[in-house]
């Protein structure tokens, strides 16, 4: 069963300058994003910083407004939604409760006023999921356990924590409430390469021992496929492709999604006989985005109709999507063939 759905979906950010603070233009994060997502399925998603990943995931929870297209809820009982312009009171506190977040800095995402204890219990308590004060606490401390941390630290501040122990916080606080959708913003990028994998290995462990549909969002494509079913490859507001993790391993189709590939020292493609593709210069600027392919200026595969027309995403295998006029190409010579 579906829980999230995206049609259109736009972000437009304005940008605002002078004495009257007027409108001179839009950060354009996100342009025509189209996802879905249903239970129990772990989604990644990748692309350089600054492509609107965090974008997508705020909206999809609503921290943001989407500038066009819509949002569509599934609620547990199979209800349907339009969530695309703010939450109704009937459907605010499922939703809540449903969809969950956890963001790159541990540090700013947790209260440093309130104790651990409260932290957490505090989700638990506006859902009401126990009627006792005493079974809120023995729960607040079965899921300190639960996320490796000693259950008496929930007497603590955030303050007195390490980064990999608040993020650990975080996700218990996130889980409390049993969620079925759990939205992961690069959960380990401020932290310490030494505690990285711990959370990895916490929040894959989470991932079995509940039926919980998985966000993951990073710019680090191997982190990405090892965590998920499916990977949404982006670029300046744009999911260039989109496959099965094992097809973007074993035959990823955008030049881009190539060259993310190529810079992971594990993956190989020489010696998997795959494309090896440079990436050169950094992302253009999501203000004034290059005309038709948004990746053209930096594909060596480039050509004329990549520089005036936006290609459209093709099928190149049954669940694998591009959008490449290379791909376009082949398909029509195909069908000129057959
Ligand atoms: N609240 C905001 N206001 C204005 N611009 C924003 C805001 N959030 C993000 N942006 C811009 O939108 C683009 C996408 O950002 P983001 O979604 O954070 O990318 P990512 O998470 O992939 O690094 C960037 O150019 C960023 O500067
Ligand atoms: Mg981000």
Redesign the pocket.
Known sequence: MKILQTQNLK?H???RSGVFLQITGY????EKVDFEISEGETIG?V????????????TLVKI?EPTAGSITYFDPTGKVHDITKGLRKDVRSIFRKDVQMIF?NPYDSLDPRMTIRDIIREPIETHRLFNTSQAMDDYVRELLTKVGLDPDYGKRYPHEFSGGQRQRIAIARSISVKPRLLIC??PTSALDVSVQSQIINLLKQIQRENQMAFIF?S?NLDLVYHMSDRILV?YL?NIVESAPSTAIFDSPAHPYTQALMSAIPSWNPTERKLKDVKLEGEPP???NPPHGCPFHPRCQYRFDACSTVKPDPVMVSPGHICACHLHAEKQKDEKIVS
Request: with cysteine.
């Open positions: 972000k950010f304005p940008i950060v354009k994060a996100l998603i692309g350089e910083s600054g492509c609107g990943k965090s974008t997508l995931g705020k943001y790159q913003d690069e969002i710019h982006m507001g600027s999501p203000i």
